[in-house]
């Protein structure tokens, strides 16, 4: 209910990084068990929460890139449809000189433009043009090449700047490209990637299509995935790469509360008294039944003499 109550407010509006955090904060205690007497151990972090159950977390979702994923749908549907009420009120008031991509805040925005525009980078990462006549597409600034991240040239921009459209590098008559000057103006991996671009005689419009599914349409689902990767990458973090561990976990045909103990098993999430201890200077770590030196999981669970009897 935590995560889905905020759901239609930020679809429209982006929450200040306060307010999800504090969301964020709220749903972390009531899932370690959060009372008014007394405050619960958190025993992982919330990035481990909101990471994918097959990266090893509970899949929580982190609200402010869900926010940031869903402004984006935003901003999606406004530059794939310039005809509706919404887009032409907009783009009369902020950007009626240009398209939305190159769109700026202007004097005084108002909460909603600033954002939905806040979103225009995560698209700009996730999507890229299909080629069709591209005569509206700049070759050095325009994603265009099925090659993430940047989907543009590395090759630098020429100096004399003579070829700028996508459209000089097409023979129209041949309906095929100009071999000889995209050799000439490219380096061989920009030069390969272009020629290997399939061109369609009708010459239709340029197409935006969003990268990362099969079917080229956007997802609130994979922008999201998009957003927390940009995060992890920015952070220097990593995703536990025993994925296998984690999928056997979820797909066993056990009761949900055993899975998720075999998932806080796994994560060192167990109250044990060894684990208390490295929170809590000063604490026992003896076991409370047979007095051995270190309460650790293993210890529970396999070397306890209660343990060894149960399993007998």
């Not at 899949?59 to 999606?76: I, S, V």
């Not at 700049?138 to 993430?148: M, V």
């Not at 070829?163 to 991996?189: C, M, N, P």
Request: hydrophobic share 40%; with cysteine; proline share 5%.
């Amino acid at each position: 209910m935590a995560q889905a109550i905020p759901t239609y407010a930020m679809s429209v509006f982006k929450l200040p990084i306060n307010l999800c955090n504090t969301i964020q904060s709220t749903i972390n205690r009531f899932w370690w068990g959060y009372s008014t007497e007394k405050k619960k151990i958190h025993w992982v972090n919330s990035e481990v929460l909101c990471t994918n159950k097959n990266m090893g977390g509970l899949g929580f979702r982190e609200m402010e890139a869900f926010n940031n994923a869903l402004l984006a749908k935003q901003f999606w549907r406004m530059a794939k449809s310039d005809n509706t009420l919404v887009v032409s009120l907009l783009k009369a008031r902020y950007f009626p000189d240009c398209n939305i991509f190159e769109a700026g805040l202007g004097s005084h925005p108002s909460f909603t433009w600033r954002s939905i525009l806040s979103a225009r980078d995560l698209v700009v990462k996730g999507s890229r043009w299909l080629i069709g006549d591209g005569a509206t597409l700049d070759i050095w600034n325009s994603g265009w090449l099925s090659r993430p991240f940047t989907f543009a040239p590395y090759t630098p921009k020429p100096h004399d700047g003579s070829i700028t459209k996508v459209s000089d590098l097409i023979d129209y008559e041949q309906a095929k490209w100009k071999d000889g000057l995209i050799r000439e103006l490219f380096l061989q991996g920009d030069a390969d990637t272009i020629l290997g671009i399939p061109l369609c005689r009708s010459w239709p419009r340029n197409k935006l299509i969003w990268h990362y599914t099969s079917d080229n349409y956007f997802t609130v689902k994979f922008a999201y995935q998009l957003r927390l990767s940009q995060r992890l990458s920015a952070q220097g973090s990593s995703s536990n790469p025993q994925t296998d561990i984690w999928k056997t976990i979820w797909r066993l045909d056990i009761p949900s509360r055993i899975r998720v103990f075999a998932w806080r098993l796994c994560q060192g999430a167990l109250p044990t008294h060894a684990n208390i201890a490295s929170r809590i200077p000063n604490h026992n770590m003896c076991c409370a039944i047979c007095g051995d030196l270190c309460e650790s999981e293993p210890h529970i669970l396999l070397y306890c003499p209660l343990a060894i009897l149960e399993w007998f």
